[in-house]
């Protein structure tokens, strides 16, 4: 394969998962119609985003979130697609949340979620708790990489391969 389509989504985010959830859908088949083989939402999408939506992890409705992330991973099996899905991935308590990116395989798979590492100030003291490792996935012979907002900046985000 010489190209590869990607869709990037960029939708409002709410507190409400099964919106975000609705909304996921909705842009899933609109990339899959227009032949993506890929499409990427944005950190905090299906849970709502800690400071803007979320002032408290105890007002997410967490079985909602669950539902919906079932749903959003198999209608990717069933469109053949990959979705890198933003969303808080809830620890045990006392725990903070993961800022995750998941990595959905076109069979519905999560193949792996990354956790953000390099968090603010007032995201580690109040919103969510760092990840460890980078994450790197291949599609099509195509090599991607995941960061989270300001990671970007950071050149220890990154992972270096033979490759």
Known sequence: MTSFRI??????????AR???RKVRELMREAASEQARLVQFPE????????EQIADWDDVD????REKFEQITALAAELELWVLLGSAHPLTPPNRPHNSLYV???QGRVV???DKRFCSNT???RFYSPGFEPVVFDIDGFRFGCVICIEITFRSCSRS???
Request: charged share 20%; aromatic share 8%; proline share 3%.
């Open 7 to 16: 869709a990037i989504a960029q939708p409002t985010i709410t507190a409400d």
């Open 19 to 21: 919106g975000n959830g």
């Open 44 to 51: 905090g999408l299906l849970s709502g985003y800690a400071k």
């Open 62 to 65: 967490w079985a909602a979130v």
């Open 104 to 106: 959905i395989s076109d």
């Open 112 to 114: 792996d979620r990354y």
């Open 123 to 125: 995201e580690i003291t």
């Open 161 to 163: 391969t033979s490759d």
